[in-house]
């Protein structure tokens, strides 16, 4: 503009901060886009101007494009030329509107910051190269107890705690640019206040220390929380301590087996970590409470049994520990158990499997405070003896019981003997029987026989020829019962029979040709199929095996058919099987037929029932196998399975 107010030059800004063209404005007067009244102030400034040479901050207002009224803030400046003489005037419009938002959201920004800072206790100074503060946040009020404008000037080593050490490394920071820490403690009456105190260089544009920063930090929360945590961590630390008492006592108690070291081991941990006065641990059951155990006074003054209803109305108020003080307050608890001396006392109630097992009840002379953990650690300490206790009822059953066992298996062992005794008297008298039967019995009939031999041959009567006949066989086949009886009974009694090594061939040969006659009376063919070698460890029983199936194969045979007898191998054993071609066995007596006296068809076949039974004693004393199976054209298979050696 001239100074008269004429504009001569537009920027950008001036058209988009009012909307006009460079048209609208160049050469008009700054006068025509003002109100009447705005004019006249124009004019004052005008004139203040030619005086002040510049003006800042002048409220204007100026009409834009729209017509609308601004508000705006405006510089002017006087343009002179070379002499000094002006010449126009520049001036610079802001927009207060903008100017007032911007202003505001910084005044904002600041307030935003600064509450951070006062909130999180923070406060900040910044110091020349001396210590001398030169800025003082708000926050540091609580730090030097004085407004922080108070602050500004004076020292901030003098103002702090410590001054020498603090002096030394101010120096290096100053000299180094070192930053340090420290902790500062404020007290203020009864609280303390604790400060982490942080001196920072401040720099210059290049970057040397031109001054420091330091920022007050209040740690008092942490600190507290700290506190906390170094508590919390020795009750925890405390708590393992029990823990671990537990679980040695548990150990303890767990180690006995007796009622009384239980109840031992329980007052000496209770006197040791509880230390209470006098310890009862009454015991339930049918008939009420008894006194099981008593520590600390004498069981004398005590009333021994408490009925059950006396106690049922007290327990029926404890779940769980309970604490009584003063003692006499506890109306519901049988006094005459309660010395008037006492003052505190602590009910454990102790379960086994949901049912009442019995209380440790604990009583102190002295007023007497528990916490919780003790009991925790009371209660613990009841469980882990009531378990103790049951183990070791559980432990004296058990005696009880091996006892009883022991004393029955005493009397059995008793009994065994004597069976075993009778056993034995029996055996010696079948030894006996056997010895009379050889000796005393088969001696005088073989006498008999060969006498009666003897006579039959030479005499002439045929009458009497024929009757001594009969005696003659009637004594070979007494003297045959008495052998075959004499051989089973020896086998019975299981006295050891010896094997040699010999030719199941030849055996069997032997037998067919010692029957042969036998054979011949009822003409009855024996056809062997013997070839070869078959040697087997054998008693010389085992003749009277195969003696035995070839004679009842030709007794129970039909006259005038074959008997087949013959040897197979069988992986590591022979197998002897006698054929015949009699009758045959049925299948309900094929078994029964090897046991003694079993006759399944007696007819004109005389016999004892006794030959199978000791063929079967033979086979099984070679550890060998005989059974009999149909013959498939008619008659029996006896089969022998003897190993082979
Ligand atoms: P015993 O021949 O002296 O009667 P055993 O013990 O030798 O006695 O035989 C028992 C029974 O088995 C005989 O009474 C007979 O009934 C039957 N038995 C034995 N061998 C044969 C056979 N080869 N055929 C048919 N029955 C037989």
Do not use: C
Request: aromatic share 8%; proline share 2%; glycine share 6%.
């Amino acid at each position: 503009m001239d100074i008269d107010g004429n504009i001569s030059s537009v920027n950008r800004g001036a058209l988009e901060l009012l909307g006009y063209n460079s048209i609208n404005l160049i050469g008009e007067s700054i006068l025509n886009f003002t109100p009447t009244a705005s004019g006249k102030d124009f004019k004052d400034v005008f004139k203040e101007l030619l005086s002040e040479g510049t003006l800042k901050d002048r409220k204007i207002q100026l009409y834009d494009v729209k017509g609308q009224l601004r508000n705006l803030k405006a510089s002017f400046t006087l343009l002179k030329d070379t002499k000094e003489r002006p010449i126009g005037i520049i001036s610079i419009f802001t927009d207060i509107k903008e100017l007032a938002a911007l202003e505001k959201e910084i005044l904002e920004l600041q307030e935003f910051s600064q509450n951070i800072v006062e909130n999180a206790g923070v406060g900040i100074v910044a110091t020349d190269l001396k210590g001398k503060i030169i800025f003082a946040s708000k926050g540091t009020r609580n730090i030097f107890k004085k407004a922080s404008n108070r602050l500004k000037g004076e020292n901030i080593i003098k103002n702090l705690g410590d001054p020498i050490a603090l002096n030394e490394k101010f120096t290096s920071l100053v000299d180094k640019g070192k930053s340090f820490e420290y902790e500062l403690d404020v007290k203020d009456g009864n609280i303390g206040e604790s400060f982490l105190t942080v001196f920072t260089p401040l720099r210059d544009g290049v970057g040397k220390v031109s001054g420091t920063i330091v920022v007050f930090k209040n740690i008092s929360k942490l600190k507290e929380v700290e506190e906390q945590l170094k508590e919390s961590n020795s009750i925890l630390k405390n708590y393992s301590l029990d823990l671990e008492r537990l679980v040695d006592t548990t150990r303890t108690l767990g180690a006995q087996l007796d009622a009384k070291k239980i109840y031992k081991t329980l007052s000496e941990v209770i006197r040791k970590t509880i230390d209470s006065d006098v310890i009862f641990f009454l015991k339930y059951s049918e008939k009420g409470f008894t006194l099981d155990f008593s520590d600390g006074i004498k069981a004398k003054s005590l009333k021994k049994e408490i009925s059950k209803k006396e106690f049922q109305r007290f327990l029926s108020t404890i779940k769980d520990s309970r604490i009584v003080s003063p003692v006499n307050k506890e109306k519901s608890f049988p006094p005459r158990v309660v010395d008037k001396n006492f003052t505190s006392s602590v009910f454990i109630p102790l379960y086994a499997k949901n049912e009442i097992f019995g209380l440790i009840a604990l009583f102190f002379k002295g007023e007497r405070r528990f916490m919780r953990k003790e009991l925790e650690f009371l209660q613990s300490l009841g469980s882990s003896t009531v378990m103790a206790l049951e183990n070791a009822r559980l432990y004296g059953e058990i005696r009880e019981f091996a006892n009883e066992l022991e004393e029955k298996v005493k009397e059995r062992t008793k009994d065994l003997s004597i069976a075993n005794e009778e056993l034995e008297q029996s055996n010696r008298l079948k030894d006996l029987f056997i010895d009379i039967m050889r000796h005393d019995l088969l001696n005088p009939i073989m006498i008999a026989r060969n006498t009666t031999e003897l006579v039959m041959e030479s005499e002439k009567d045929p009458t009497l020829k024929n009757f001594l006949t009969k005696v003659h066989k009637i004594n070979d086949r007494t003297i045959k019962m008495i052998e075959n009886a004499s051989t089973l009974a020896r086998l019975e009694s299981g006295s050891n029979i010896e094997f040699d090594l010999a030719d199941l061939g030849t055996v069997i040969s032997n037998a067919v040709e010692d029957l042969s006659n036998l054979a011949e009376e009822r003409n009855i063919k024996i056809k062997t199929n013997l070839k070869g070698e078959f040697p087997a460890l054998v008693n010389p029983l085992i003749y009277d095996v195969f003696s035995n199936l070839i004679s009842n194969a030709i007794k129970y045979g039909t006259d005038n058919t074959d008997i087949a007898v013959g040897i197979v191998e069988n992986g590591s054993k022979w197998r002897v099987s006698v054929a015949d071609r009699g009758e045959g066995i049925a299948d309900e007596h094929k078994k029964a037929v090897f046991e003694r006296f079993t006759r399944v068809q007696k007819g004109a076949v005389k016999g004892s029932g006794l030959g199978l039974a000791i063929v079967k004693k033979v086979v099984d004393a070679h550890s060998g196998k005989v059974w009999v199976e149909d013959n498939p054209g008619g008659g029996s298979i006896f089969n022998v399975v003897i190993p082979k050696a």
